[in-house]
């Protein structure tokens, strides 16, 4: 293995200027004569909008001006939209209401956009917004997912009801007649949690405007800065496309939540030409918990059937979505497109059925967050498929692999046909190293201790590479969702990547260039990998769901195919042979059978001299660009298995071993790979065990604070041991299957099923907070003194 | 407006600041050391630690002005003469970091820890020393390695500790 | 942050001079209660008085009977100090367990105490060890110091210059922390003293500290975990929010107060 290649575990490239202070992000960015902006954000879940005076702060030291929704409908810009169209059973199109960047009229949620002040100073912009006087008529609330459609008062006039669509997949007549010859039927209820997705670097947005050219340009923290663009542009009507450069530089991490176009960034670069002067807005972590897109927030009630020898044969699942106050960006495709086709695990299962409510509630928006649709899938299978295993008393290893897909291609009855892989080698894998045979001894251990010790099982799925243009846009997608990639060779043969794809912590720079290196032998150190700025790369589709390996290389390793075929036509005109005969290996272009050949460098400049060759006979230059789109879905699978202790007297759970075992087909980096995992696994242990997100009834968000809201810190985690086996991705040049997102979708189930091993009942809901779970403790001890 | 003097990586700064002024603001936007960042409101995530006096604090809670007089030392000061500190050689080697924002604060942490606990840290010991650092995207695992590692490269290194 | 003048005196004096003239001030000591407010706008002193530089507020005294700590004594400074771990152990390992190492690094008794946080960890110290508060105008018993919810015995411009802690003849702490926040959801203070058995709670009453007397009587006869067998602390009074409501709070009264006995008898 070539020690920079695929395979190798490069120490990364940016992190040089990462571990000195050298980071770029953009609140580190300022531009001359920049003023401020803050948000007046509405304090009320629900309420109409009487008035809006700004008389008083306009005079306030330092204003430079007050915007509300008014003034964004009198220059005609348009509102935020949602990208992914979902069609009702019945036919009907979801239900999209108004998204005014600045309310009109109306507030949906604690912390909706009321006003935004500009001025010389963000305390004086925070001085002048207390002095804007608004007249509210406060609107009842709707705040609970399970129950909003049967609220009295519309969230938005277009859902009466506040339903967005009532949509399903799969076959509702075969499931039930699956459920009909049935020996035996589980049943589950289950509460996904809300999250707040939390990068460390919360969102910021700086617009600017040349008057000179009418050029604008708009710092942002964006997972996808052309899409942002083409959103700003195409549908909300800021700035033309060709005029408006969206730069994302250094990000400080995204986790879904900087995907979306949001209200703050679209104000930003309009206000910035009103006020003509680059206008700037820092996130603050309250402001982050209020508005930042939430994720999950699913009531799912699912029955699994089993025939007489316990094999699955049918799964039914209904499901209520919060969709929050809006749609956000991709929301519809979230508890849809996202989840109900995971909805088979890794099990075959003849018949599938799902149905989705997606409600609108006085809450944050709801959208991606890491895993996004496939994490809820993931707990609704496993907790189910675990349930039904200890109902069965059937051992939950033995149970899942009596029901493994060991066929590929596998085609579900949730339209997802799955190319490869190794269930059985996963599992197999994961037992021993979890040493799961000595499960019991552990247990009676933790006993004699007074603790309780539980171990559970999660066999994940996911569809990663997100995807294939003509299968999503059957599904409703707005975009194409393949990538482009542009590989630049100079004349002295060093080589520049422009990326569609966007890094925000998955390290593109050292990824990226280990391939080009890999592939065209040159130097890591001659590789840069350019992305984040559409002034300076290509139109690409952003990194989210595990694409940026699947998608985002295989672009690159197709322009680097082009480079390699144009650098032999260079070489066959140097070597003065045929084409056909000229080899590419090493990093040299040889005729076959010789001992003649060009180094790469010097086969790039060649290229840019031309002079061994006329411009009749090739095109001088080496430079060459890709568009992949997907195949297929890929489908990276594994298991967890978490084994935890609890102390009854507390209800303190502490995970004590994690075991991962995970297929990601070929892995270019095995450090990052892991260390995706890793945070994956301290995502999904922070949904189980801490992380909730609490509205009161009036619509109050209680946890927005690190104060309320538990963030997973060090020492609520233990080390993760992470395996690997790989069975390569046949859907791509590369067989890459994506890692990004496994451990947030695999360890909610893992958690909560050692939680309820070790208490021996299954009445715990997420997070299981030390409380919750003293609780369910105690209801354990209340049953076991009754027997 | 209230003056205030004091030294930063080494540097003597004077300033006429106004009094409400944040530590990390002065630092950010007065002196443009942007490496140390600001990731909460209410002095949980970690990302504004430096160290005042040789000792780790959140400059988001300390105002500028209470800084007179004292010695500051950035992330952008920890490493002399053009080589990487340990601690942050440690973070690199150990992908103790991903989307790089908490790293600052981590890598102030962690040399605070070793200068109060000693270079041989075990697992337990960083991760109860690592209270008060949030990170979102490593899962702490790469960073209890980084912090270790760096800790015992530190404490074969005495010059540079001096000088830190 | 609203803006505000900024006063550094170099003596209590001169600080409490300044007090009586400045308007609407307060003084700020480590600063982590009172920043974080004022960032969030929920307090806007016009003027802010810096203890920080006053030396006489710094320091840790030992006498045969005693721990007096000054009340700019930072909670690292305690948790470290050789001549607190050896007089009282459980007040440095209070100060240990006080919010992260930046915190403690900053955070000092004085400022702790007379915010009377109602999750604050030193309020339950002072009252279990029966401490001693000293002020520029006279000295305070803990027992009269502390008043309810961030409210103190303190008049208008009154400094807390030090805290007197009584050495104890056993005596711990034991801290169930709020899982986000990491202040107290219960704190239990427990010293058995020549006199008599004290056990404060923190974090529990919705009226900040206050003294779980059944555990006390109970504790008085044997101080050993045998003695509250079957005590249970009522709900009644107690927080709920949440992380914890009253009943599950009253769980942990008993399960920390036990393991704070347990840490005290096991110190010998």
Known sequence: ?????????????????????????????????????????????????????????????????????????????????????????????????????????????????????????????????????????????????????????????????????????????????????????????????????????????????????????????????????LVLSAFIGVAPEHKLRVIAPDVGGGFGSKI???????????????????????????????????????????????????????????????????????????????????????????????????????????????????????????????????????????????????????????????????????????????????????????????????????????????????????????????????????????????????????????????????????????????????????????????????????????????????????????????????????GKFTVAGTDKSLDFASTALQAYIAHKFSGQELEPGLKEGAFYDPTNFTFPAGVHICE???????????????????????????????????????????????????????????????????????????????????????????????????????????????????????????????????????????????? | MAAVSLTVNGKSVTADIDPRTLLVQFLRENLRLTGTHVGCDTSQCGACVVHLNGEAVKACTVLAVQADASVVTTIEGLSQGGELHPMQAAFREHHGLQCGYCTPGMIMAAVDMVNRKGGALDEQTIRAELEGNLCRCTGYHNIVKAVAAGAEAMTQEPVREAAE | MYAFEYHRPTSVRQAATLATKAEDMKFIAGGHTLLPTMKQRLAAPANLIDLGQIAELRGIERSARSVTLGAMTRHAEVAGSAEVQEAIPALAEMAEMIGDPHVRNRGTVGGSIANNDPAADYPAACIALGATIVTNKRKIAADDFFQGLFDTALEEGEIITKVSFPVAQKAAYAKFRNPASRYALVGVFVAKRASDVRVAVTGAGSNGVFRWTEAEEALKGRFGTKSLEGLSASADGLNSDIHADATYRAHLIGVMTRRAVQAATARG
């Not at chain 1, 997802?416 to 045979?437: C, F, I, N, V, W």
């Not at chain 1, 391939?515 to 700025?533: A, E, M, Q, T, Y």
Request: proline share 5%; net charge negative; hydrophobic share 40%.
């Open chain 1, 1 to 229: 293995m070539n020690a920079t290649g695929i395979g190798a575990p490069v120490r990364r490239k940016e992190d040089q200027r990462f571990v000195t202070g050298q980071g770029r992000y953009v609140d580190d960015f300022n531009r001359p004569g920049q003023a401020y902006a803050y948000f007046l954000r509405s304090p009320h879940a629900h309420a109409n909008i009487l008035s809006i005076d700004t008389r008083a702060a306009k005079e306030m030291p330092g204003v430079v001006d007050i915007l509300t929704g008014e003034d964004l409908a009198a220059d005609k810009i348009g509102g935020l939209i949602c990208g992914w169209m979902i069609h009702s059973k019945d036919g009907t199109p979801m239900k999209a209401g108004p998204h005014p960047a600045l309310a009109q009229g109306k507030v949906r949620y604690v912390g909706d956009h009321v006003a935004v002040v500009i001025a010389e100073t963000l305390a004086q912009a925070k001085d002048a917004a207390e002095a804007i006087a608004v007249d509210y008529e406060v609107l009842t609330a709707v705040v609970e997912t399970a129950t909003a459609t049967q609220a009295k008062t519309a969230v938005h006039d277009v859902a009466p009801d506040n339903t967005v669509f009532n949509w399903h997949l799969g076959d509702k007549a075969a499931t039930d007649a699956a459920f009909a010859r049935a020996k035996h039927v589980t049943t589950i209820d289950l509460v996904n949690n809300r999250l707040v997705p939390n990068p460390m670097e919360p969102r910021a947005a700086l617009g600017e405007y040349d008057v000179g050219t009418d050029n604008y340009t708009l710092y942002t923290t964006s997972q996808n800065p052309h899409v942002a663009r």
């Open chain 1, 260 to 586: 979306f176009i949001y209200a703050e960034e679209t104000v930003c670069v309009w206000a910035a030409k009103r006020v003509k002067r680059p206008v700037k807005w820092t996130s603050d972590r309250t402001e982050a918990f209020l508005a930042d897109a939430h994720g999950r927030d699913h009531v799912t009630h699912a029955e699994l059937a089993m025939d007489e020898g316990g094999k699955i044969i049918g799964l039914r699942v209904h499901t209520i979505a919060n969709l929050g106050a809006y749609l956000s960006t991709f929301s519809s495709s979230v508890p849809t497109y996202l989840y109900a086709p995971l909805l088979s695990g890794q099990y075959d299962i003849p018949a599938i059925y799902c149905e989705v409510d997606g409600v609108y509630t006085n809450t944050a928006p709801v959208d991606a967050y890491r895993g996004a649709g496939r994490p809820e899938a993931t707990f609704v299978v496993e907790r189910i498929v675990e349930k039904a295993a200890r109902e069965l008393g059937q051992d939950p290893a033995k149970f899942r692999k009596r029901n493994y897909i060991t066929q590929f291609p596998h085609t579900t009855p949730v339209i997802m046909t799955y190319d490869t892989g190794d269930y059985h080698a996963s599992m197999d894998k994961a037992l021993e190293e979890a040493d799961y045979r000595n499960f019991g001894k552990r247990k009676r251990e933790s006993a004699r201790n007074g603790k309780l010790r539980g171990i559970g099982f999660s066999s994940y799925i996911e569809a990663c590479g997100i995807a294939p243009s003509q299968a999503v846009g059957s599904l409703g997608a707005g975009v194409g969702l393949w990538e482009s990639a542009e590989v630049r060779v100079n004349p002295t043969g060093s080589v520049e990547v422009l990326t569609g794809s966007h890094s925000h912590g998955q390290g593109h720079e050292t990824t990226f260039a280990q391939l080009v290196s890999d592939r065209l032998g040159v130097p890591i150190d001659n590789v840069s990998i350019v992305h984040g700025d559409t002034d300076k790369v290509q139109f690409g589709m952003g990194t989210y769901g595990s694409r940026s390996g699947a998608v985002g290389m295989s672009a690159i390793a197709k322009a680097i195919d082009k480079v390699i075929a144009k650098g032999k036509k260079v070489a066959a005109h140097v070597l003065e042979a045929a084409e056909s005969d000229i080899e590419f290996k090493d």
């Open chain 1, 644 to 787: 935890v202790e609890i102390d009854p007297d507390t209800g303190v759970t502490k995970i004590d071993r994690w075991t991962a075992v995970d297929d990601f087909g070929v892995i270019i980096n095995p450090m990052i790979v892991e260390g995706q995992v890793h945070g994956g696994i301290a995502q999904g242990v922070g949904q189980a065990l801490l992380e909730g997100t609490v509205y009161d009834k009036s619509g109050q968000l209680v946890t927005a604070s690190y104060n309320d809201y538990c963030m997973p810190r060090a020492i609520d985690l233990p080390s993760f041991q992470v395996g690997m086996t790989v069975t390569p991705c046949p859907s791509n040049p590369l067989g890459i299957k994506g890692c990004g997102e496994a451990g947030a979708i695999a360890a909610p189930a893992a958690v909560i099923n050692a939680i309820t091993d070790a208490l021996g009942h299954e009445d715990i809901t997420m997070p299981a907070t030390p409380q919750n779970v003293w609780r369910a403790a105690q209801k354990n001890a209340t049953k076991l003194a009754a027997e």
